[in-house]
């Protein structure tokens, strides 16, 4: 049982981080997606992300800077993906697949070794099985312009979707629905011009194009909060993350994705918009405060270093959302308590469930 002396050393350590803002730097996350920015080696490397090969024509690729340069001036030329990080990729009937490139001329596509397709000319984009597709035109140019493109293939469905990162205005979107099941490996080509790529992605499933649903499940929550903060921890080169947009992750990255992203405040563990007391209710009760067992958001971790301790009171104090209602709504005016205040009347509420807990017959 936790004892009197316990409680304030406690206390007082929460009192003194309010000073000295330390933080503990983790490691130890695993992407779901097959992601490549081609920052390091050759496209051939197996062992270090995606093992890309040639498989059809006599294009040229060239790795410049982090880009894939792709060029095909005699026709339809294709590359195959057939490992990630050293693993065999096994073969689907379903992938999805997006790219981040600059377009430059002819034509270029992204889908199964089949013809299953996204593909994109200067005017138009187009979804299908080689020749038999369906195009929209571009209300826009993508000539020289850096754009996204990727495809959805499911079932007997082909989605193909392009849009400028950032601008959710320019999404164009072309549906195909004569597809079939046939299992092959992702690929992609050019034809009769150039591209180039600066990063791709692949999966198994539909890759989100919601901005912060990087576990593309349809909608953003404390699972995304936890990627990102792993994310940040290891410097993933994954450009999904990097929300402001300047080559590097840190805490302002979780800063957008929690105020902007999700119209909330940190502290808001049960992500109903508000950072209220019920926060402490479910993080208390969860029970891994000053524990060290690895924590998420809902967990209590919002500092973003895994674990739920003094810090995490901090970063949400600090973010001045406490018992005001959601994220710009207007406020009732009311005195507001200290930090410290505040700070250790959850440190006692969380030794009350600790003590009811204790008392629990076994």
Excluded at 281 to 292: A, C, H, N, R, S
Aim: proline share 3%.
């Amino acid at each position: 049982m936790r004892t009197v002396e316990t409680i304030s050393k406690t206390m007082l350590s929460i009192v003194t981080v309010l000073v000295s803002l330390n933080a503990t730097a983790l490691i130890g996350f695993a992407q779901d997606l097959m992601q490549d920015s081609f920052v390091d080696g050759d496209i051939g490397i197996a062992s270090d992300g995606l093992y890309i090969q040639k498989c059809q024509g006599t294009g040229s690729q060239e790795l410049v800077s982090g880009d894939l340069i792709l060029e095909s001036n005699d026709g339809w030329s294709m590359w195959c993906v057939y490992r990630y990080n050293g693993e065999r990729i096994t073969p689907g009937s379903e992938w999805s697949f997006r790219a981040d490139m600059t377009f430059e001329s002819g034509f270029l596509a992204v889908g199964k070794q089949s013809y299953h397709h996204a593909g994109l000319h200067a005017d138009r984009l187009r979804a299908g099985i080689n020749q038999d597709n369906v195009a929209v035109d571009l209300p826009y140019d993508v000539q020289g312009e850096r754009v996204i493109i990727q495809v959805d293939v499911l079932d007997n469905t082909i989605d193909g979707y392009l849009w400028r990162d950032g601008d959710p205005e320019s999404l164009v979107n072309v549906f195909f629905d004569r597809a079939y099941p046939v299992v092959e490996f992702p690929s992609f080509g050019v034809s009769d011009g150039s591209s180039t790529i600066h990063e791709m992605w692949i999966s198994t499933t539909p890759i989100s194009r919601i901005s912060g649903d990087f576990n593309s499940d349809g909608s953003v929550d404390e699972q995304d909060v936890d990627q990102l903060t792993q994310a940040t921890r290891i410097e993933s080169d994954d450009s999904r993350f990097d929300l402001k947009r300047d080559q590097t992750l840190d805490f302002a990255d979780r800063g957008i994705l929690v105020r902007e992203t999700m119209n909330t405040y940190f502290g808001d563990a049960n992500l109903d918009d508000e950072f209220n007391s019920g926060d402490f209710v479910q993080v208390f009760q969860i029970g891994k405060y000053e524990t060290g067992q690895e924590a998420g958001w809902g967990e209590g971790d919002w500092d973003g270093d895994a674990v739920f301790s003094s810090g995490d009171f901090v970063a949400a104090f600090q973010d001045g959302g406490y018992e005001r209602g959601p994220r710009g709504a207007e406020a009732a005016v009311v005195p507001e308590p200290c930090s410290a205040q505040i700070l250790i009347t959850a440190v006692i509420y969380g030794t009350l469930v600790w003590r009811r807990k204790e008392r629990q017959p076994v």
